[in-house]
């Protein structure tokens, strides 16, 4: 079956869960709610989310399921223990900002709440002003020649500078100390500044994330970059959806 196209009164969604902390980037550790979407323009060769795009070994009627903006809040507040009062949103996916015209409705909803809704995508479409004005931080998670795609589709050089200009994290996942030549790169002609620039070791288990991370972390201080573990990793190496 093909996957369901997207509208901008729907949302095609593949998990709501939480709650969890935010395992990775500026916000690592803060207590969250994931809404993770179904769909994405790329096709990274390590995709830990395949099940949100790769209809080939995945079945889109199994994995994803249409549902209103006011469904998925209604999804989260679910979630929610009594008495404890909102926190954070992680929307992810997939490439959320596919759906952004529907996205809209759901973050504008989820902020008046007193949700604070962090947004990530891999940084080759342009966010729309109105959903900027809701979204308390982005992560932006630029692909590298490693992931697998073409370069003309995974760098965007005129969205990521548009990025600068806004709350954002840059997320850049690397397998090998030569990666941060790449990284350089982008940091260089989308002209990010060095604090909002964050590394992070791609890895599904807590050793091979640890030791990614540890190839890089000293050249990645002399760069004058953050580094990011990934916490979800660590604390349910076992669980790869749902955490
Ligand atoms: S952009 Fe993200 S969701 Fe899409 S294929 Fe790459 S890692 Fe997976």
Known sequence: MPPPKVSPDHLVVSEVFGPTFQGEGPHAGQHAYFV????C??????CDTKWTWDW???????????MTPADVFAAVWDLVPIGVPPSRIVISGGEPLIQQRALYSFVQTAAHAGFRMEIETAGTLQPSGDLI???????????L???????????KPSVLYEFTQLRTAFK???????????????VEECDIPRYQVWIMPEGVTPESTLAHA????????QRGWNLTMRQHV???????RGR
């Open 36 to 39: 993770r979407l179904g769909l």
């Open 41 to 46: 323009n790329l096709a990274c060769t390590w």
């Open 56 to 66: 080939d070994n995945y079945d889109p009627d199994q994995e994803l399921t249409i």
């Open 133 to 143: 004005d809701w979204v308390d931080s982005w992560n932006v998670s630029p692909k």
């Open 145 to 155: 020649d490693h992931s697998g795609n073409a370069k003309n589709k995974r760098y």
């Open 172 to 186: 850049f996942v690397v397998t090998h100390p030569s990666d941060l030549h790449e990284v350089e790169g982008i």
């Open 214 to 221: 540890q190839a890089v972390a000293n050249d990645v201080l």
């Open 234 to 240: 660590q604390l349910w190496p076992d669980i790869h």
